[in-house]
C-alpha cells in the first residue's frame, strides 16, 4: 500500500495559505481487496532535508493508529508567517505492514499579520475623495491601464524569491518581463469591503543578478467595473486601482532582501490597454506600448512617481483556492464570411475566456482597428447574433503599430461564446482558420469525474455538462459567462452542487465562496440570492436577497460539503450563520407554513409553464404554488440544519431543529398532502420537491411515487419542471421503480428535453429549453433572458453518476468512505463506464450488456467500502470473477432489497456477472 497525492487544504503544495492548524489529506493505493490503513505517521519538518533524514522538527505524530487520510489537522509547533513547511507520510497496511514514505510535499504560511506587508498600497493620483457613492460617475468612464515599475539590484545568489501581492482592482505582473504565475483576474472576487485576497507566488527563476525590475498593469476588474444583474453598476467598490506588493529575497549568504512598493515606485498612466471591463471588453492600442518598460536598465526618468494611498484600510487574506487559469486552448473549426469584410470563426465549442489572434501587415494597416466580438450562436444568415448578451458589449479591438506579425489578445477580461466575428481587415485581406485561437479561462478544479457509454448523444449531454461547469467557475460560481450578469446565484448551485462535485474537486472553490455567502449575510440572518452581493439593491426596488430555494444554498451547500468531502470544520464554522437563516423564516412564519418573506421569489424558475410558442406544449399546470415550494425548502433547510447540529454534537439544537423539522413537515403534510397523496398543485414539482426532502407520510409515498408518474403522463410524457425540480423528479422516479420512466425522458429528443438542446445544436447546457428553436417563427428566445451557458439543468449529471453508473453517497459515512453503487442498468444504453476520485479515492464503475448477461465491475478504493446492489433478485444469477458470489474474497451477501441481491464489498475490483435478465 502506498500514500500517494498529498494535499493540504484541498490543495497541492499551497503557498501562502493563512491557516494556522491546516489539515492534510492523502490517498492510499493497493490492489489487494479489502486493505486499507490501519495507522500513520506525519513528519513536518522546516527543511527537506531534515525530513530525509526522518526528522520532523515541526511536528512528528509518531505512528497513530488510524484509518484517517483526510483533514488530519495539524498540531506541530506554532508557525510564523512565511514559514516554508514540508510534509510525507507513511502508512501500515491491514497486515501493520509499512509502506515507503509518500514523495514530499510542501505549504507555505502567508503574511498573518497587516504589518508583515510593510508596503503601501500604490497606483495613480487620487480620483475619489474618499466617499465614493458621491464621486462614483453617473456614467462609467474607462480609464488606460496604468503601468508601474520598479527596479533594484539583487548582489549575490538568490536562494529562494517569494513574492505577495494583490490590489483593488485587477493586476498582472512582471519581472524582468516575464509574467509572475499564470494567474488571471487576480485578486478575483470578493467583498473587497470584507475582504481582498492576494496571492503567493515562487520567483526564484526570474530573478537576475544585478539590476532586476517588477511591473505591474492595473485594471478594474469587478472592483471598479461594470457588475450585473440586471443593468449595469459600476466602480462599486471604489473608482482608484491600487497595487500592494511585497518581494522577499533571501541570498545564499541568508541575507534577506525586501522590495515593496512604496513611494520610490514609478507609473505611466497611459498603457496601451486602453480600457478594460469584464462585460464591455478590452481596447488594445499597440501604438501606446512602451518597449523595454519592464525590463532592467529602461530609463524611467520621465516617469511619475506612483501616489500612496494611507487611506486603505482593508482585510488582506490568502486566496486558498485554485487560481483562474488558461485551461485549455482551442482552433477554431471553421471560418465564415457572411458579409463582405465580416469574418466568423467558429470555435466549435461554446467557452468562457478570450481568443489569441495573430495579425500583421498584410492584414491590417497600422492605425487601423481590428474589432473582435463574441457570441453564443449565430442568425440564420450566418451572422453573429449578440442579442442575448444584454448590455455587455464583449468586444476587444486591437490597433497594430507595427505591420510585423504578432500576437493579440485581451488581459483584463472575459468573454462566454463560441463563435468570434472578426472585422477590420484591409480590403481583400484573406484571414485564415489558425489565426485565432481560443483561450479557455476557468477557476482550475481538477477534474474528478467521467463518464462515457455507448450512446454518442448522452457523452454529448455528459460534455455539455463538463463544459458549462468549466465555463462558469470564475472565481465564484457564476450563472452565466456571456451576457451582463454573471452572478453567483445561490439557486443555481443549490440544484448543480453535487453534480458540480462528482465533475471537480470543488473543495477549495466552495469553501471560499461560502465565506463570500457569510460576508454577505444579511443582519437578519438571509443570504442573498447572489454572492457576492453588491447592496445596489438595498435601497432600490432590486433586492435580491431571501428567495426560497437561493437563499437555502447556504444551508445545503456547506452541507454538500461535508457529505461529498467531509469537511466538518467548514461545518463549524458556518453552523451559526445556517442557523440564523432558519431562525429568520421561523420568526417570520410562526404559521410554519413559509407564506412571508420570501423575497423575490423565483418558485421553480424556468418550469413549463415558461415555455411559450411551443405547439402541443401545455400553457399552464407546471407551476408548484409557492407556499408549497417555499415551505418544501424551509423543511429540508431545517432538517439539514438539525443534521449539521449532530454532527457537531450540539444536543440541544439537534433536539430543537429535529423537532421543529417535523412540525414544519407535519404543517406541510396537513396543509398541502391529502390522503390520495395528492400535493396541492398536483405538479410534477410538487411531487418530485415532496418525495425527496421526505415530505409525505411513509403510507402516502408510494401514492405519491405513482401520482408523479401521472403527472407525467398528463404532459404527454413530458417534463414540465424547472430549475430546482427537475434532477429531483429524475431521481425520485428512479427511487419508486420508475426508471424507465425517467430514461424515458433523458433519452428523448422531443421537446423539452436535453437531448433536445443538443439536436438545436448546444455544446454547452442552455438555460431554458427552448432557448433556439430551429423552424420555429422566432427561433431564438426572449433576448432578455436566453443564455446558452446555464448548468442549472445540467443537475442532471447528478443522475447520470448516481442512477446510471450507480455511485451514491452514504450519508453515514461521508466523503465516500463508504459507497452505495446501485447502477440502473436500461436497454436504451450497451454499455457505460464511469468513475468518480473521491476524496477517499478512485471508485469506478462499468457494466455491460453482453447477450442476457450483464457484466459489471466495480472497484472501490483502498481503505474504503461499498454496498452493492446488483440487478437481480437471485443469489444464484450472481458470479464474480468467475465463481459464487458467496465464495468471492472481499464480498459478504446481505440479502435481498427491493428485487435486488445486496452485497458489502471491501476495497478492490469486483467483476460480477448477472444471468437471465
Ligand atoms: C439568472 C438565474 C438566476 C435567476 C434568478 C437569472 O437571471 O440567470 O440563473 O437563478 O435569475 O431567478
Not at 519581472?175 to 488571471?184: A, C, E, H
Not at 467521467?450 to 470564475?474: H, M, P
Not at 453508473?805 to 466523503?815: A, F, R, T
Request: charge should be neutral; include cysteine; aromatic fraction near 12%.
Amino acid at each position: 500500500m502506498k500514500p500517494t497525492f498529498l494535499r493540504c487544504e484541498y490543495l497541492v503544495n499551497p503557498l501562502g495559505i493563512d491557516v494556522l492548524k491546516p489539515r492534510f489529506s492523502w490517498l492510499v493505493v493497493a490492489t489487494e481487496r479489502g486493505q486499507k490503513q490501519t495507522a500513520y505517521r506525519v513528519l513536518v519538518a522546516s527543511s527537506e532535508q531534515l525530513l530525509r533524514e526522518e526528522m520532523g522538527d515541526l511536528w512528528d505524530t509518531g505512528k497513530v493508529a488510524s484509518d484517517q487520510t483526510i483533514h488530519m489537522e495539524y498540531q506541530g509547533k506554532d508557525l510564523p508567517s512565511k514559514m516554508l513547511c514540508y510534509w510525507k507520510v507513511q502508512v501500515w497496511d491491514k497486515d501493520n505492514e509499512p509502506s515507503e514514505w509518500s514523495p514530499v510535499a510542501f505549504w507555505s504560511i502567508g503574511l498573518l499579520n497587516p504589518s508583515d506587508w510593510n508596503a503601501k498600497w500604490i497606483g495613480a493620483p487620487r480620483k475619489s475623495l474618499g466617499n465614493l457613492r458621491k464621486v462614483r460617475p453617473k456614467k462609467k468612464k474607462y480609464d488606460p491601464s496604468p503601468l508601474l515599475r520598479k527596479s533594484f539590484k539583487v548582489q549575490g545568489k538568490v536562494k529562494r524569491a517569494i513574492l505577495y501581492a494583490s490590489a483593488l482592482g485587477e493586476y498582472i505582473l512582471t519581472i524582468n518581463g516575464s509574467r509572475v504565475g499564470d494567474r488571471w483576474l487576480s485578486p478575483e472576487w470578493t467583498d473587497y469591503k470584507k475582504r481582498v485576497q492576494y496571492q503567493t507566488y515562487d520567483v526564484t527563476d526570474l530573478l537576475r543578478p544585478d539590476e532586476n525590475v517588477i511591473g505591474a498593469v492595473l485594471a478594474d476588474g469587478w472592483f471598479a467595473g461594470n457588475l450585473g444583474p440586471l443593468g449595469f453598476v459600476h466602480d462599486y467598490w471604489g473608482v482608484d486601482r491600487r497595487l500592494i506588493v511585497r518581494l522577499d529575497v533571501e541570498l545564499a549568504n541568508g541575507e534577506i532582501k525586501e522590495i515593496v512598493s512604496d513611494s520610490s515606485w514609478k507609473i505611466v498612466e497611459d498603457g496601451p490597454i486602453q480600457k478594460a471591463d469584464h462585460h464591455m471588453g478590452e481596447d488594445y492600442d499597440a501604438r501606446k506600448e512602451i518597449p523595454g518598460w519592464d525590463a532592467p536598465y529602461f530609463d524611467d526618468s520621465e516617469w511619475n512617481p506612483v501616489e500612496v494611498d494611507n487611506k486603505i484600510k482593508t482585510n488582506l487574506v490568502a486566496q486558498m483556492n485554485e487560481p483562474i487559469r488558461k485551461v485549455k486552448e482551442l482552433k477554431p473549426i471553421g471560418l465564415m464570411m457572411p458579409k463582405a469584410g465580416v469574418w466568423i470563426f467558429d470555435l466549435g465549442q461554446n467557452i468562457a475566456g478570450w481568443c489569441k489572434i495573430r495579425l500583421n501587415g498584410s492584414l491590417c494597416e497600422p492605425n487601423g482597428v481590428v474589432t473582435v466580438r463574441h457570441g453564443e450562436m449565430l442568425y440564420e444568415d450566418g451572422t453573429l447574433y449578440t442579442a442575448n448578451l444584454r448590455f455587455a458589449k464583449a468586444t476587444d479591438t486591437f490597433i497594430i503599430a507595427s505591420t510585423e506579425e504578432r500576437e493579440y489578445h485581451p488581459y483584463f477580461t472575459y468573454h462566454g461564446f463560441r463563435f468570434v466575428e472578426v472585422t477590420g481587415f484591409k480590403q481583400g485581406a484573406k484571414p485564415d482558420l489558425n489565426m485565432l485561437t481560443g483561450c479557455v479561462v476557468s477557476s482550475d478544479c481538477r477534474l474528478t469525474g467521467a463518464f462515457e457509454s455507448s450512446n454518442t448523444r448522452l457523452n454529448k449531454l455528459y460534455s455539455n455538462i463538463v463544459w458549462t461547469q468549466i465555463d462558469n467557475l470564475i472565481s465564484v460560481p457564476t450563472d452565466c459567462p456571456q451576457r451582463s450578469e454573471r452572478m453567483g446565484w445561490m439557486g443555481d448551485v443549490q440544484v448543480y452542487a453535487r453534480t458540480s462535485m462528482f465533475n471537480m474537486d470543488m473543495g477549495a472553490f466552495y469553501a471560499k465562496w461560502i465565506q463570500d455567502m457569510r460576508d454577505a449575510q444579511l443582519k437578519d440572518g438571509r443570504y442573498p440570492d447572489i454572492i457576492p452581493y453588491p447592496k445596489w439593491g438595498v435601497n432600490s426596488v432590486l433586492k435580491f436577497y431571501g428567495a426560497p430555494a437561493w437563499t437555502d444554498c447556504g444551508v445545503t451547500l456547506p452541507w454538500d460539503m461535508y457529505l461529498y468531502y467531509m469537511d466538518r470544520t467548514l461545518l463549524q464554522k458556518h453552523y451559526k450563520s445556517a442557523k440564523r437563516l432558519v431562525d429568520y423564516i421561523r420568526a417570520k412564519n410562526p404559521s410554519l407554513i413559509w407564506k412571508k418573506k420570501r423575497g423575490r421569489d423565483y418558485n421553480d424558475w424556468l418550469n413549463g409553464d415558461w415555455i411559450k410558442h411551443m405547439p402541443d406544449y401545455p400553457k399552464s399546470g407546471a407551476e408548484v404554488p409557492r407556499e408549497v415550494f417555499a415551505t418544501a425548502f424551509f423543511a429540508h433547510s431545517t432538517e439539514l440544519l438539525s443534521k449539521m447540529a449532530k454532527v457537531l454534537e450540539k444536543n440541544d439544537d439537534f433536539a430543537f431543529y429535529n423537532s421543529l423539522a417535523n412540525k414544519i413537515k407535519e404543517t406541510y403534510i396537513r396543509e398541502f398532502v391529502n390522503e390520495e397523496g395528492k400535493i396541492k398543485g398536483d405538479t410534477q414539482a410538487g411531487y418530485a420537491l415532496s418525495l425527496n426532502f421526505g415530505l409525505i407520510p411513509e403510507s402516502l409515498r408510494a401514492k405519491a411515487a405513482k401520482n408523479l408518474v401521472s403527472a407525467l403522463e398528463k404532459y404527454d410524457w413530458r417534463l414540465s419542471t424547472g430549475f430546482c425540480t427537475t434532477l429531483r423528479m429524475m431521481r425520485e422516479l428512479a427511487r419508486w421503480g420508475n426508471a424507465d420512466v425517467a430514461n424515458n425522458l433523458l433519452f428523448s429528443e422531443r421537446f423539452p428535453s436535453w437531448f433536445y438542446m443538443i439536436e438545436n445544436g448546444a455544446t454547452t447546457m442552455w438555460e431554458r429549453w427552448d432557448g433556439y428553436v430551429k423552424g420555429r417563427r422566432k427561433p431564438f428566445q426572449n433576448w432578455l433572458m436566453n443564455s446558452f451557458n446555464h448548468y442549472a439543468y445540467g443537475s442532471i449529471g447528478e443522475y447520470l453518476y448516481g442512477v446510471v453508473l450507480g455511485i451514491n453517497l452514504d450519508e453515514n459515512e461521508p466523503g465516500f468512505k463508504h459507497t452505495i453503487i446501485k447502477p440502473i442498468p436500461t436497454k436504451q444504453l450497451q454499455w457505460v463506464k464511469g468513475k468518480y476520485e473521491s476524496i477517499c479515492g478512485v471508485i469506478e464503475v462499468n457494466w455491460e450488456y453482453l447477450g442476457n448477461k450483464l457484466k459489471l465491475t466495480v472497484a472501490i478504493p483502498a481503505n474504503a467500502s461499498a454496498t452493492i446492489h446488483l440487478p437481480t433478485s437471485k443469489t444464484s444469477d450472481v458470479s464474480e470473477g468467475g465463481s459464487l458470489l458467496d465464495r468471492a474474497k472481499g464480498l459478504k451477501v446481505v440479502g435481498i432489497q427491493d428485487n435486488r441481491v445486496v452485497v458489502d464489498a471491501q476495497s478492490g475490483r469486483y467483476d460480477f456477472e448477472v444471468l437471465n435478465l
